[in-house]
């Protein structure tokens, strides 16, 4: 009774929504500016950085505009899914067609950093972090489905900028043998961070997913292990839209997310998540 008096109360709150199909939009991000770095001039100058400065140097590079012009428009995509009643909505929701990299169009690279780092940007650009199960539906409606590319760990060499800069290079020849396009949803050559309930607990981890293969299956399972500071060539950063819709009505993500019955739509967890976000330390 409590759970659909919850449901009850969103949908009144937001009866004066404007109900229908969802427009077309952009994350609140500042234009490029013309003198911005390059994606390999940015990446050289951060190499040698200690963790904390370079993480500080991505949130600035980032959150000033500089990365390429097709980060910026969202895919629009939609899917049906039930609630925790097993009640079905249409759901419809926005996605940036790549991961977040630095750079220009012509000289870009797709860039790893921590959860906090990635929180702030969300932020800032009024979208969200992805969940697990947006992870694979977005794998299921890709465009363009590359195989994941890893390297061997060798020391902490998967965790250096040159690592990066390498991973960023193969994905990019990959995408021109399958003759795939900036601006098409490109999956499989990343493994996500993600939100989930485990955060309310886990404030110190930052929790990974995806890297799905060509045949659906992701190579990682979610997974909190990592201390929130490790980030490695794999870890990729893709934003989703802020306000989705639901059965025509606009909601937020981090409003389904902590709601008892919506959380399912987004979520294959067992508890809706109270903390749906990473907090800077």
């Given at each position: ?12 709150f937001l009866?004066f929504?404007?109900i229908?199909q969802i ?6 991000i500042?234009?490029r500016?013309?003198?911005a770095e390059t994606?390999s001039?940015?990446m050289h100058?951060?190499k ?10 991505i ?6 505009g ?5 980060l910026?428009?969202l ?6 899914f039930?609630?925790?009643l097993g009640e079905e909505?249409?759901v419809?929701?926005q ?8 750079g ?7 860039i790893p950093m921590n959860?906090?780092?990635a929180?702030?940007l969300a ?6 972090l ?7 539906h977005i794998y299921?409606?890709?465009?363009i ?10 020391g902490n060499q998967n965790?250096?900028?040159e690592?990066f800069v390498?991973?960023n290079n193969q994905?990019e ?9 900036n ?9 996500d961070?993600?939100?989930?309930h485990?955060?309310i607990?886990?404030?110190?981890k930052?929790i990974?997913?995806g890297w799905?293969q060509?045949?659906?299956?992701p190579?990682?399972?979610?997974y909190?292990?990592h201390v ?5 060539y794999?870890?990729?950063i893709?934003?989703m ?7 025509g ?13 919506l959380?399912?739509l987004?979520?294959?967890e067992d ?6 976000r990473?907090?800077e330390?």
């Open positions: 009774m409590q759970l659909r008096f919850s449901l009850l109360l969103i949908f009144l009866s929504s404007v229908g427009k077309e939009t952009l994350l609140k500042p234009e500016k013309a003198n994606g001039e940015f100058r951060i040698s950085l200690p963790l904390f400065e370079r993480e500080e140097e949130y600035k590079a980032l959150s000033s500089n990365m390429p012009d097709f910026r428009k895919v629009i995509i939609r899917g049906d039930e609630d925790a909505h249409e419809i929701y996605a940036m067609p790549d991961y977040l990299a630095v220009s169009n012509e000289d870009y690279c797709r959860p906090q780092t929180q702030k932020d800032l650009f009024g979208g969200s992805i969940t697990a199960k947006i992870s694979d299921d409606h890709a465009t489905k590359l195989a994941p590319f890893f390297y061997k760990p060798v965790e250096s900028v690592k390498e991973h994905i020849l990959q995408k021109k043998e399958v003759g795939g396009q601006g098409q949803l490109i999956a499989g050559i990343k493994k961070i993600i939100l989930s485990q955060l607990d886990l404030s110190n930052v990974i997913y799905h060509l045949d659906g299956k190579i990682q399972p979610v909190a292990g929130d500071w490790y980030v490695d794999s870890h990729g893709r934003l839209g802020q306000t989705m819709m639901v059965d009505m606009e909601l937020s993500v981090t409003q389904i997310l902590r709601d008892p019955i959380f399912k987004l979520s294959r508890d809706p998540m109270l903390q749906p990473y907090f330390k």
